[in-house]
């Protein structure tokens, strides 16, 4: 019992500290919600946002992404030991077991979720062998770990079959070019944030590899404006309103260049803030005008 009892205290560190499970959680029942509403866009239905196959593509969401997350700390063991000795798991406040038993779990329950509500077992193992191949750095861990640009071209992809996966609690048949394109639009805040995170100024660049310090830092904000504006054009088309589309994607662009002609610091450091509101705002802003759409 008291091992238990210490084994939820030192969960409950790495959550706190490593792995806030709200804002996933959050995403996760948006992006869901999103999917039916673009669902409703096409199909010219009014189905609620609140069912069944949302919960169990939220669920599912979540699930993974934990053990994603988990997954990164297993990946990042012998870097952390050098640069980041202070966080829980390489300082010993946390154990690896713990955090292994817990990805253990959260993988139990998307199977879980798979069981009662899934439609594609194709979907449901192509997410399960991704996972697996990302964390074994698709059998090439000194190639991959090192090279940013390849981790990027070789992890991100996941998180398109992810949503495809997700999309298939909704649909039997998802193969279609417009239901591509609801799954295509939500992948894109993913490879945006995790280029927003990892820019620099040339003076803050060490031995963490950013892309900054790979394209500088004028070049690499490009690239989260390009996947950023192609959300914000596919949610443009599926609701026939480019106007909130297109002033969010004014207002970040201008902030880019504000960065761009004159950085800081400081602006550095708020560009992933800056991109997450806008990815949090355009999200929200699908989510309202499907909901008038549908009418409840």
Request: with cysteine; aromatic share 16%.
């Amino acid at each position: 019992m008291n091992a238990v009892k210490n084994w939820i205290k030192r969960v409950g560190i790495f959550v706190l500290e490593r792995f806030n499970p709200v804002p996933i959680i959050l995403l996760s029942f948006l992006a869901s919600a999103a999917i039916q509403l673009a669902l409703n866009f096409i199909d010219q239905t009014k189905v609620s946002i609140f069912s069944f196959p949302v919960l169990a593509s939220t669920l599912s969401s979540f699930f993974i992404l934990m053990v994603m997350r988990i997954a990164d700390e297993f990946k990042d063991r012998e870097l952390d030991k050098v640069l980041f000795k202070d966080r829980c798991l390489p300082s010993g406040r946390v154990h690896y077991q713990d955090i292994a038993i817990l990805a253990f779990l959260a993988l139990a329950g998307f199977v879980a979720v798979f069981l009662i509500w899934g439609n594609s077992l194709l979907l449901f193992a192509a997410v399960l062998i991704y996972v697996f191949l990302f964390y074994k750095y698709f059998f090439l861990p000194e190639l991959i770990s090192k090279n940013l640009i390849l981790a990027f071209i070789t992890h991100n992809p996941i998180v398109l079959v992810l949503h495809l996966y997700m999309l298939s609690f909704f649909k039997e048949n998802i193969w279609s070019w417009d239901y591509f394109l609801i799954a295509f639009a939500l992948t894109m805040p993913s490879g945006s944030w995790e280029v927003a995170r990892k820019i620099r100024v040339p003076q803050d660049e060490n031995d963490y590899t950013t892309y900054s310090k790979v394209f500088g830092f004028r070049i690499a904000p490009i690239f989260p404006i390009i996947e950023l504006c192609l959300m914000a054009s596919i949610f443009s088309w599926l609701t026939k309103n480019p106007y909130v589309f297109t002033s969010l994607a004014v207002l970040y662009i201008s902030y880019v260049l504000i960065f761009q002609i004159a950085p800081t610091r400081k602006k550095a450091s708020l560009l992933q803030n800056i991109t997450e509101a806008y990815i949090l705002l355009s999200v929200i802003g699908f989510v309202t005008l499907g909901v008038m759409n549908s009418g409840f």
